[in-house]
């Protein structure tokens, strides 16, 4: 099937302690992006790419870094510099910048 | 800068009833705008997407309109089924290629 594919699907973090979050697409889409949900606040982008090797900063990106080496995979990294990681992150494609995008299921990433 | 509300923030409806959910948004230069529904702890499921060019579009029961001027969009739920009970997002793509979203509206219907 089709599809974007986040893993883990929860995922505790220590202080101090990088993590990587990944999300995996099979529907050859060019554009990827990377958000952040809080409770009672709307999805907040932190990073996106349009294209291999590519991407640049959302709205929230400290503390956060990326990479975009090959089409399919956009995987994001929550560096210990990100001072309250604990959210759900929801990795997004489309096949292009300005056409629909489609949603992962969510990585759960809590601090402990 | 561009900002999106929805209004209302929750409703609680029983069976059967016509829905109305607003989502506004402050500058009207946008490419797109899109519906989502989310679940408790899952994803975002792509309802509907409305390009700047046109008015509405329709996928069975759910009804998207779009008046770009205005900076509005209305999506119209028909004879709404507890199943409907989910976070209903509206998200508008503008020129730097960023989907911006509203906070959502929760539904809840109810038997």
């Known amino acids: 099937d089709g599809g974007i594919t986040q893993s883990p699907k929860y995922l505790f973090r220590k202080e101090g302690q990088n993590v990587t979050l990944s999300c995996e697409q099979n529907l050859n889409h060019d554009a990827m992006y990377w958000y952040r949900q809080d409770p009672g606040q709307g999805l907040r982008l932190i990073y996106y790419s349009q294209i291999v090797n590519d991407f640049q900063k959302g709205d929230i990106a400290e503390g956060y870094s990326v990479s975009r080496e090959k089409k399919e995979s956009f995987p994001l990294t929550v560096t210990s510099a990100q001072k309250n990681p604990t959210a759900f992150y929801l990795c997004?494609?489309?096949?292009?910048?300005?056409?629909?995008?489609?949603f992962g299921q969510g990585t759960r990433l809590t601090v402990v | 800068k561009q900002e999106v509300t929805q209004i209302p923030a929750a409703l609680s409806v029983p069976e059967g009833e016509n829905l109305v959910l607003n989502c506004s948004f402050t500058?009207?230069?946008?490419?797109?705008l899109q519906w989502f529904r989310q679940d408790p702890g899952k994803g975002l499921t792509s309802l509907l997407l409305i390009q700047s060019s046109q008015r509405e579009q329709t996928s069975g029961r759910l009804n998207a309109s779009l008046d770009k001027s205005s900076g509005r969009s209305t999506l119209y739920i028909a004879a709404s089924q507890p199943g409907d009970s989910a976070t209903y997002l509206c998200?508008?793509?503008?020129?730097?290629?960023?989907?911006?979203f509203g906070t959502g509206t929760r539904l809840q219907v109810f038997p």
């Open positions: 500058d009207s230069a946008i490419y797109n």
């Open positions: 997004a494609s489309s096949p292009t910048e300005r056409t629909e995008a489609f």
């Open positions: 998200a508008v793509k503008i020129d730097t290629d960023k989907l911006i």
